[in-house]
């Protein structure tokens, strides 16, 4: 929670700089208000909108909750408050509930299409400079589980790092002398021979990176006669279209940066009674 205060803090003071110039000449009184949805999808960004209404001093309450289906025309959230808060603040609270609801519906719909295959769903790293909790977030409100929030918990080699080592399993060992006991180490491999090797070396997880599905039953069958405590995640290029397919090699995780990166922010509206 303290890092959403300090997150809905920074928001605001970003819109209004020196200090919104309608807060001094606002009519008196208290006003009333209503949070509309204008598109169609799933919800998020409450938990947020909820701080950013304690924060400012007026009273919201929400007829929805973070994960509900909503449709065009939903009323979203009641709130009440002195005009000059409730306007100071509307482009921040809808801009939350926007962007993580778009968030939010993407997932969504990358989990329906893959539910009930046991397969789990994973978000990236790829996400906006600063905004990374806050995206994950509505990730998971979405369906998604999240994969590494950051550097620090999970040592994964990617191409890059492996062209800077010589030997995989010499640096494995050293690895997990460095690393937390319990942490993993993932791999990114874009060939069966990769595979074999990172497998040997001793890798927790296995990333088959941009692989056909064709390959991926291949590494599957590899995995489940030799390693079979090792986990397999399928990534690369997998969209709406694909994911079925994927989800049906044998992979125990799928995951995808679209769900975060090519999410479209829904509709909102604010209107006063």
């Known amino acids: 929670m303290i890092n959403i205060k300090k997150f809905v803090k920074n928001a605001i003071i970003e819109d209004n700089g020196r200090g919104d110039l309608f807060f001094d000449v606002a009519p008196k009184g208290r006003f ?3 949070a509309i949805c204008k ?3 799933i919800l998020a960004g409450v938990q947020y909108a909820k701080v ?6 007026f009273d919201c309450k929400f007829l929805k909750n973070d994960g509900d289906i909503i449709k065009e025309g939903d009323i979203i959230a009641e709130l009440e408050g002195k005009a000059s ?4 603040s ?3 609270f809808l801009n939350m509930l926007q962007h ?3 968030i939010a519906t993407m997932a969504n719909k990358y989990a329906k299409l893959i539910e009930g295959s046991g397969v789990v769903l994973l978000d990236t790293r790829k996400t906006r400079p600063q905004l990374r ?3 994950k977030y509505a990730s998971r409100v979405g369906g998604a589980i999240n994969h590494r929030l950051g550097l620090d918990d999970c040592l994964m080699l990617k191409d890059t790092h492996l062209r800077t080592i010589d030997n995989l ?3 494995i060992k050293k690895a997990r002398k460095r690393i937390s006991w319990v942490t993993k180490i993932e791999i990114e491999c874009e060939t069966f021979e990769q595979v074999k090797e990172a497998m040997h070396a001793g890798g927790d997880i296995i990333m088959c990176d941009n692989m056909t599905t064709d390959q991926i039953k291949e590494v599957v069958t590899f995995r489940d006669t030799n390693y079979p405590h090792i986990l397999l995640e399928a990534s690369g290029n997998i969209n709406l279209q694909t994911i079925k397919d994927y989800a049906s090699t044998g992979v125990d995780a799928i995951s995808s940066g679209s769900i975060i990166h090519q999410a479209t922010w829904l509709d909102f509206s604010m209107k006063f009674d």
Not at 52 to 57: I, V
Not at 85 to 88: D, F, I, K
């Open 100 to 102: 993580a609801s778009g």
């Open 52 to 57: 950013l209404a304690r924060t400012e001093k």
């Open 85 to 88: 808060v409730l306007l100071s």
């Open 90 to 92: 509307e482009r921040t």
């Open 169 to 171: 399993e010499e640096f």
């Open 133 to 135: 909790d806050f995206e």
């Open 32 to 34: 009333t208000a209503r």
């Open 39 to 41: 598109s169609d999808g």
